[in-house]
């Protein structure tokens, strides 16, 4: 299965910041990736499909991109109801497989 | 708006069985796929089953195939999940959520349900 690699574990940031998420895949995943949001105690929202799609209702501060085996979740000015882990998601080869996650904390 | 709700966890011993339901509702259930993904506590994410709209065909993770079962009903605009042997390692919120195909081979899960706990323990 394909495993799919997030980096950092942790960014702290202040509000008004850019920040810069990464997920790396162990094979190519195309540009069949997306990015879920799960804020504390709720279920993941998706955020990004297909590398760089914005799903319906999110804000424009949040943009993706990447093909292959690599890829990017950016927010382009951190607000603070953006504490969240981020997950990214390929859906390229069974299984879907989902990585470990980045924990965005507000400094 | 979309809604799903997932109902049925709670607490089984190892080797028990639950059935896990979650009702929709706010779009038109039978154009699509539908999906079972869970957390375990203070865990990722991992898909568990899809099921297609007409629900002729379904897919599983290897860690529950041969003991979970997903189905749907599309009449009643429900989803569900019969979970048999059981063990430790099934303990996790379970969510319902919808799943797009928009392309590609497999779906988009693009609205998630609140979840429901299923714990397994003695």
């Known amino acids: 299965e394909i495993v799919l690699t997030q980096s950092p574990a942790t960014l702290s940031l202040s509000p008004g910041e850019r920040a810069t998420l990464s997920c790396r895949a162990s094979?190519?995943?195309?540009?069949?990736l997306a990015w879920y949001q799960q804020k504390p105690g709720q279920p993941p929202r998706l955020l990004i499909y297909d590398a760089s799609n914005r799903a319906t209702g999110i804000p424009a501060r949040f943009s993706g991109s990447g093909s292959g085996t690599d890829f990017t979740l950016t927010i382009s000015s951190l607000e603070p109801e953006d504490i969240a882990i981020y997950y990214c998601?390929?859906?390229?080869?069974?299984?879907?497989?989902f990585g470990g996650g980045t924990k965005v904390e507000i400094k | 708006q979309v809604q799903l709700v997932e109902s049925g966890g709670g607490l089984v011993k190892p080797g028990g069985s639950l059935r896990l339901s979650c009702a929709a509702s706010g779009f038109t259930f039978n154009d699509y796929y539908m999906s079972w993904i869970r957390q375990a506590p203070g865990q990722g994410l991992e898909w568990v089953s899809f099921?297609?709209?007409?629900?002729?065909?379904?897919y599983y993770a290897d860690s529950v195939k041969g003991r979970f079962t997903i189905s749907r009903d599309n009449a009643r605009k429900s989803l569900y999940m019969q979970m048999n042997s059981l063990r430790a390692e099934d303990t996790a919120v379970y969510y319902c959520a919808r799943a797009a195909m928009v392309r590609g081979i497999i779906p988009v899960s693009d609205c998630w349900g609140q979840g429901t706990l299923v714990t397994v323990s003695s």
């Open positions: 094979q190519s995943v195309s540009d069949y």
């Open positions: 998601q390929q859906r390229s080869n069974w299984p879907p497989t």
């Open positions: 099921i297609s709209s007409s629900g002729n065909t379904m």
